[in-house]
């Protein structure tokens, strides 16, 4: 599975922004699809995650209702809404992809995208 991530830039706090993930090569396997994020000198930590096979969906804590992830499955893509951006929300995002259950860990997800780098200034 190749994932293409696409979206990031920079903009002001209190503004948005639309990250996408487009998935090619999959299986006819269903997957969870995730988001990730690294700022530097910090751990990777999970954004958001949606199941393929039970449709739940969770947020990392810092999102506080800001953050909706969605998916096209017609177009093998995974959205990430992003609201109400703030200087703490900057970081190389990462789309990610595990065969079957969700996980909240980075570690268990064996597909990762280039990452694209989200810039907040404030």
């Known amino acids: 599975v190749q994932l293409q991530a696409s979206g990031g830039g920079v903009v002001q706090a209190g503004g948005s922004l639309r990250l996408s993930c487009v998935a090619s090569?999959?299986?006819?396997?269903?997957?969870?699809m995730a988001w990730f994020r690294q700022a530097p000198g910090k751990e990777r930590e999970l954004v958001a995650l949606?199941?393929?096979?039970?449709?739940?969906?969770t947020y990392g804590d810092f999102v506080e209702g800001r953050f909706t992830i969605s998916g096209d499955t017609a177009r093998s893509t995974v959205y990430l809404q992003m609201n109400s951006l703030k200087p703490a929300d900057t970081a190389v995002y990462y789309c990610?992809?595990?065969?079957?259950?969700?996980?909240?860990?980075?570690?268990?997800?064996?597909?990762w995208g280039q990452g694209t780098l989200v810039t907040v200034s404030s």
């Open positions: 949606i199941s393929e096979i039970t449709g739940a969906i």
């Open positions: 990610a992809a595990k065969q079957g259950l969700l996980a909240l860990s980075a570690g268990a997800y064996e597909y």
């Open positions: 090569g999959r299986t006819s396997s269903r997957y969870t």
